[in-house]
C-alpha cells in the first residue's frame, strides 16, 4: 500500500498519507520494554504496601513519556493524513485518532509560500516538518513530525503549489532554501509570488459574454468554449453555461450567473445517474434542506424561465433550484426541463481566475 496518495479531482487536489513505516516495529517493542518495567516498578510498589511516596512519585515523569510514545506508536500504525486543497481552501485532518493540534483549514487567498522546514531532535537526529506562511507573516505547521520523509514533504509542496497556483521561492530556515535565488532584501519570501493574469486577460466581461470559439485559459489550461446554453428567467435576469474543452480531452462546465448588474462564477460538475437517485430530490414540493457527501444545504432560489440552445430559436420552459452550503461558495443547481431533472455541483471561482482570448 502507498503511503502517498495525490488524487487531483475536477474542484480539488487530495491527498492521503500513511504514517507507518518500520520505525513503527521498533518503538511498539521499546515502548512494550518501557511500559512493562514502570508497570513492574509500581507492582512492586502495590504488592509491598508500605514504600515511601518518593517511590510512585519519582517515575511520573517516565509516566508521561510512556503514555505519550505509546500513543504516537499506535497513531503511526493505524493514522493517516488527509489532505484537500482547492482554488479557496486547505484542509487538513488526522484520524482515526486525534492528533493535537493537527486539524487545520487555511484560507488559500491567505497563503504566501509552503516549505519544508527540518528540526533537530534528541541526539543530534534529523526529522521533517511541513509548514505553511501566511501573508500576515504567520508560520502554520501542516504536518509535524509524524514520521514522514523529506523527500515526501517536498512532493506534496510541489503538488499543492502547483494546484493552487503558488510560485515556489525561497522561505528563511526551509529544506533547501539557500540554495534558492533570493529575491526581495528584508523579507522572508518575494512580495509577489503568485501569478499575474495571462496576457489577454480581458476581466469580467469577457468572462460573461464569451461565446462560442473564443479561448478560456484557467489553471495553466486551455479551454475552447464549444456551446453555451442560456437560462432567462422571470426576474429579469440572464444566466448562462459555458461547455469547454480542451486539446488533451478535458472538459469542463462554466456557470454564470447574473444578479442585476452583478455576476458570479461557477465551476461545475453533472451529477451521474446514480448521484442523483441517491441525492432523492423531490420537486412537488422542494426539500428546504438538502445534505450531501457529509455538506448541508439551504435552499436560496427557485427560478423559473426559458432555456435556448443552439439551432433552437424557442425557448424551452425550465425550473430551477439552488441550494448553497453554509459557507456560500458551493451549491447543488437542479434543472427540471420538460419533466427531466439534470443536477450540478458547482463551486465559485473568481473572474480574474480565467483568462478570455478571442480567436
Request: hydrophobic share 40%.
Amino acid at each position: 500500500m502507498k503511503r502517498l496518495e495525490i488524487t487531483p479531482s475536477s474542484f480539488e487536489l487530495n491527498i492521503r498519507y500513511r504514517w507507518f513505516s518500520p520505525i513503527a516495529f521498533f518503538l511498539l517493542f521499546f515502548c512494550l520494554f518501557w511500559d512493562g518495567f514502570l508497570v513492574f516498578w509500581y507492582g512492586i510498589g502495590l504488592a509491598t504496601g508500605d514504600m515511601p511516596a518518593v517511590f510512585f512519585l519519582f517515575p511520573l515523569i517516565h509516566v508521561a513519556v510512556g503514555i505519550g510514545l505509546t500513543y504516537y506508536t499506535i497513531c503511526l500504525f493505524v493514522n493517516r493524513s488527509y489532505i484537500s486543497a482547492s482554488q479557496r481552501m486547505l484542509t487538513v485532518r488526522h484520524g482515526p485518532l486525534p492528533w493535537p493540534r493537527g486539524n487545520k483549514e487555511i484560507q488559500v487567498s491567505d497563503l504566501q509560500q509552503l516549505f519544508v522546514e527540518e528540526k533537530t531532535g534528541n541526539k543530534g537526529s534529523k526529522y521533517h516538518i511541513f509548514r505553511a506562511m501566511l501573508k500576515n507573516g504567520e508560520k502554520l505547521t501542516i504536518l509535524g513530525n509524524i514520521n514522514a520523509p523529506a523527500e515526501t514533504l517536498l512532493e506534496l509542496e510541489r503538488a499543492i503549489e502547483d494546484y493552487v497556483g503558488i510560485i515556489d521561492a525561497p522561505v528563511v530556515g526551509e529544506m533547501q532554501g539557500v540554495a534558492k535565488a533570493r529575491r526581495g532584501a528584508g523579507s522572508d519570501i518575494p512580495s509577489s509570488p503568485r501569478p499575474a493574469p495571462a496576457p489577454g486577460y480581458s476581466g469580467r466581461p469577457g468572462i460573461e459574454m464569451a461565446s462560442v470559439g473564443d479561448f478560456i485559459t484557467y489553471e495553466s489550461r486551455t479551454f475552447e468554449v464549444s456551446y453555451v446554453s442560456t437560462y432567462d428567467w422571470n426576474d429579469g435576469n440572464i444566466d448562462r453555461l459555458l461547455q469547454l474543452a480542451a486539446a488533451d480531452g478535458k472538459h469542463a462546465l462554466l456557470y454564470i450567473h447574473q444578479d442585476k448588474g452583478l455576476f458570479k462564477t461557477y465551476l461545475e460538475v453533472e451529477f451521474t445517474r446514480a448521484q442523483q437517485m441517491a441525492l432523492e430530490f423531490k420537486s412537488r414540493p422542494a426539500p428546504k434542506t438538502l445534505d450531501y457527501q457529509r455538506a448541508h444545504y439551504e435552499l436560496h432560489r427557485q427560478e423559473v424561465g426559458n432555456q435556448y440552445i443552439p439551432r433552437r430559436a424557442e425557448g424551452i420552459p425550465v425550473e430551477q433550484w439552488i441550494y448553497f452550503n453554509e459557507r456560500g461558495d458551493e451549491y447543488l443547481r437542479i434543472l427540471d426541463h420538460q419533466g427531466m431533472e439534470t443536477i450540478y455541483f458547482g463551486q465559485e471561482e473568481v473572474p480574474a481566475a480565467f483568462s478570455v482570448l478571442k480567436p
